[in-house]
């Protein structure tokens, strides 16, 4: 129900960074946790990181330490800063809201290619 709209994914060289965006089109951040999911070919959808409406930030252990999520509130945006990539990373990102902090919602961004290669 909740309109997302993704942007910064590209291609980037292992060891890179890269910063993505979702801006939500409504004032939804007191109500609903967001997160980023992503799916490489031939996998699930997974879980990448969520950060709920009181800021309690949940990641998968392949990212930890790597990946940040953060959110500005005024602009009804959230990050996902990727940092030190690998491989591995390569996947089509997804934006989502309305899900708690270990499961997904029902609202979905249209998805950002991230391609990690040398």
């Known amino acids: 129900q909740v309109q997302l709209v993704e942007s910064g994914g590209g291609l980037v060289q292992p060891g890179g960074s890269l910063r993505l965006s979702c801006a939500a089109s409504?004032?939804?951040?007191?109500?609903?946790?967001m997160g980023w999911y992503r799916q490489a070919p031939g996998k699930q959808r997974e879980l990448v990181a969520t950060?709920?409406?009181?800021?309690?930030?949940n990641y998968a252990d392949s990212v930890k330490g790597r990946f940040t999520i953060s959110r500005d509130n005024a602009k009804n945006t959230v990050y996902l800063q990727m940092n030190s990539l690998k491989y591995e990373d390569t996947a089509v990102y997804y934006c989502?809201?309305?899900?708690?902090?270990?499961?997904?919602?029902?609202?979905w961004g249209q998805g950002t290619q991230v391609t990690v290669s040398s």
């Open positions: 950060i709920t409406s009181r800021g309690s930030t």
């Open positions: 409504g004032s939804i951040f007191s109500i609903y946790a």
């Open positions: 989502n809201a309305g899900g708690g902090r270990d499961r997904p919602g029902g609202s």
